[in-house]
């Protein structure tokens, strides 16, 4: 199979031209033989003698964009005055704001909104906490919560560090689902101080999405969580990544004409997205999984500290093999990688069965580059936004909330779960499959709808749904 690289680093080059006809043509050429992509081009202001354009280019890395620069500046009538980077900017002052739905244009409003009249609302929501579902944000309104120690595949980065990433999961929360959510990072990585806080902060919440934050603590917060409050906790790492996963690989199945029962699955990273992935599989009725951490294979020749490896090894690897990557991977039918980049190695690909099914979900960089795994492979998938075939939470997490929200789910469960992953490959129909597309565009509208009307589904079906309707297709 073929993959297609759609982005890069994007850099701004603001530029000095002398106004002359011809000078345009330099910029384009010295862009266009450094291997720079132009994605579009600003004039900021013209004089008789200069003109000072932004050059917007895409490249592949910081030193190929300082070549360019180079490239650029030997020129005469060029002159570079600064280089910008495009996601840098758009970072400027963070990413999402709070509106208000309704304006306050005067006293007699101001009294409403506001002290006195804002009391009787209190007053009532007091009495039937309930009402707070209809009467304040906690309807629609999810807390992502993270504590910084699994930021992508960057580790353990902090509260600070991991607050772009959940600003952006909040931002796509409202832009694909409508859903209200607030990024929520906590300067503690005490599991019983993380428990506390965020059952404090609940009454606001009509759900908790926790976010990165590193396993095994993730599996006591979120079974805790879960336990403790009365609206639904969902890991995302876990769960959403495990929802996606399943859904590319039922579409990638019937690709190569291989059943789920059949497949030997080798999944390397079994922290919080290798341990849901693998829970998900096998409750899809997958029978041979192998886990590969660091220090290689879990099998049931060791005994493990950590109890979910210590779980895992008595749950998986039916043939009790022992080694690393290069024992598991022979004769595996899929890859599956939730761990670091290059992990994965070209002779690895040749060891495995026909067809390979490769998913190098690591973010922001995949277990192997898609274009080196590409000539051994049939099929590809990674996390990114930039290749096809994106297996990332967030064609889940919004609506699957969405969906959890809507009937006023007290929870979201397996049944819930594994409604999801089915309404996700069904988006993409039999005509459509194909080696570049086993799972929709995140940009895909149909997505959110067919998980949150699944999920809705799947939460009355199990009792789990508090709002009471006669069809479940009118819960809006
Ligand atoms: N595409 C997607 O939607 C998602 C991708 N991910 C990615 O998966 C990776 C893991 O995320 P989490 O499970 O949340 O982190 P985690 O920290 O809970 O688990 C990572 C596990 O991978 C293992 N690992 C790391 N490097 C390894 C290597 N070179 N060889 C073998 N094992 C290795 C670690 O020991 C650990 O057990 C990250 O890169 C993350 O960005 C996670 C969630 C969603
Ligand atoms: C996508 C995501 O949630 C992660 O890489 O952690
Ligand atoms: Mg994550």
């Not at 002398?18 to 050429?29: D, R, T, Y």
């Not at 944000?137 to 509260?159: E, F, H, R």
């Not at 761990?339 to 690895?348: D, I, N, T």
Request: overall charge negative.
């Amino acid at each position: 199979m073929a993959t297609e690289r759609t982005a890069g680093l994007s850099l701004i080059y603001r530029l000095e031209l002398k106004n002359s006809s011809h000078i345009f043509g330099l910029v384009a050429h010295h862009i266009g033989e450094g291997d720079g992509d132009i994605i579009g081009v600003d004039v900021v202001t013209v004089s008789k003698d200069v003109v000072i354009r932004d050059v917007n280019v895409n490249v592949f890395d910081r030193e190929h964009g300082n070549r360019i620069r180079e490239r650029l500046d030997a020129e005469d009538g060029i002159k570079v005055i600064n280089v910008s980077d495009r996601t840098y900017l758009m970072h400027l002052g963070g990413k999402i704001e709070m509106r208000s739905k309704i304006a306050v244009r005067n006293r007699d409003e101001l009294s409403r909104v506001y002290t006195p009249h804002v009391a009787d609302i209190c007053r009532t929501i007091a009495e039937d906490p309930k009402q707070a579902f209809k009467l304040t944000i906690k309807k629609n309104t999810v807390a992502v919560v993270s504590d910084g120690t699994a930021v992508l595949g960057l580790g353990d980065i902090g509260p600070y560090g991991a607050m772009p990433v959940m600003e952006g999961k909040a931002m796509l929360f409202k832009q694909f689902a409508n859903v209200d959510a607030f990024p929520i990072c906590l300067d503690t990585k005490d599991t019983e101080e993380i428990i506390a806080h965020v059952k404090a902060i609940a009454p606001a919440f009509g759900g908790i999405n926790l976010e990165d934050i590193s396993s095994p603590r993730c599996f006591e917060i979120e079974a805790r969580l879960k336990q403790e409050l009365d609206i639904p906790v969902f890991h995302d790492d876990q769960h959403g990544t495990a929802v996606v996963l399943l859904a590319g690989l039922m579409n990638a199945c019937k690709l190569v004409d291989k059943t789920l029962d059949s497949l030997k699955i080798v999944v390397v990273g079994i922290g919080a997205a290798g341990i849901a992935i693998t829970k998900m599989l096998t409750l899809a009725g997958v029978k041979n999984i192998v886990g590969v951490d660091r220090a290689g294979i879990i099998s049931r020749h060791e005994s493990y500290e950590n109890p979910m490896w210590q779980w895992y090894s008595e749950n998986t690897n039916p043939e009790n093999v022992k080694g690393s990557l290069d024992d598991a991977i022979t004769g595996a039918d899929v890859f599956i990688g939730v761990s670091g980049p290059g992990v994965l190695k070209v002779e690895h690909l040749q060891k495995m069965a026909k067809d390979p099914i490769v998913f190098a979900m690591a973010n922001p960089n995949p277990e192997i580059d898609p274009e080196v795994a590409a000539p051994y492979v049939r099929v590809m998938a990674t996390g990114r936004s930039d290749y096809p075939n994106q297996i990332n939470n967030l064609l889940c997490f919004p609506g699957i909330f969405k969906g959890a929200l809507d009937c006023r789910a007290s929870d979201i469960n397996e049944e819930m779960k594994l409604a999801a992953s089915y309404a996700i490959a069904s988006v993409v129909n039999e005509e459509e499959l194909s080696e570049q597309y086993i799972i929709p565009s995140v940009f895909n509208k149909k997505v959110v709808e067919a998980v949150r009307l699944a999920v809705i589904e799947a939460a009355y079906e199990t009792g789990v749904a508090r709002r009471r309707y006669r069809n479940y297709k009118d819960v809006k």
